[in-house]
């Protein structure tokens, strides 16, 4: 869908419509110093033909988090994914995305920070460009795998010393039908790992849907996730 830019670029290749795609979150409500912590994302997809055939989709999206008066993190992606090999493997996809990073520290809410000498001197945004590449094979039967390898150019955004990001790898399966869907996620960047899953179950002859999701990682990482969606039909 739309989030490929930003999730798998290569998930471009068989959207074969645009495709819009929006959503705010408000992270950690009731912080003890009244933090405002906040993430917030647009995108969108417009497939390409040539004499009536798909040539793969473009994709554009942004991507913000923010600590607001004080910090923003914005990420701009511009992604192209499309079929490799249609005639000897079908429904093999690729993609690249390319990103520019950019973080800013806004020190109009902060006097001492104003008179930090650190940002007089070195700033306060820093901003670098960022490569992803990503490879998805989708089975009729409803199976899909894909890999995905984010900052394969290791981009640096530190504002002073060099703070590259990792390279990060994923693979992922997930196994699709009308009323079902299970999917499993292997992450790794350096030292980080972890496993997510989950499930999602329509019923009431589609019109609710039952999901579930667990997270577990080094470092004491562990997350379970219930949720529920509902399918209005006019």
């Known amino acids: 869908d739309a989030n490929a830019p930003f999730s798998n670029p290569a998930g471009l290749g068989w959207i074969e419509h645009q495709e819009f795609t929006s959503g705010y979150s408000r992270l950690y409500l009731g912080l003890w110093d009244s933090s405002n912590l906040g993430t917030g994302f ?8 040539y004499r009536r055939k798909h040539m793969g989709s473009l994709g554009i999206g942004w991507l913000n988090f923010s600590l607001v008066q004080f910090y923003s993190e914005d990420t701009v992606s511009l992604a192209y994914g499309k079929e490799l090999m249609p ?28 008179a930090n000498p650190f940002f007089k001197t070195y700033g306060t945004q820093s901003s670098a460009i960022d490569l992803d590449l990503g490879l998805l094979y989708r089975r009729p039967s ?22 590259p990001i990792d390279m990060a790898q994923e693979f992922g399966f997930a196994y699709h039908k009308p009323k079902s869907n299970i999917t499993l ?50």
């Open 142 to 163: 409803g199976y899909s795998l894909g890999y995905h390898v984010s900052h394969v150019n290791r981009p640096n955004i530190g504002l002073k010393d060099p703070e």
């Open 42 to 49: 647009l995108g969108f997809t417009q497939p390409l033909r």
């Open 185 to 234: 996620d292997l992450f790794r960047q350096r030292k980080e790992q972890s496993i997510k899953a989950g499930a999602e179950r329509w019923v009431l002859d589609g019109k609710m849907a039952a999901r579930a999701g667990i997270i577990f990682g080094n470092h004491d990482l562990r997350q379970v996730t219930i949720g529920f969606g509902l399918r209005a039909q006019s």
């Open 87 to 114: 005639q000897w493997l079908p429904n093999f996809y690729g993609g690249l995305s390319a990103k520019i990073l950019k973080h800013t520290f806004k020190l109009g809410a902060d006097p001492t920070a104003q």
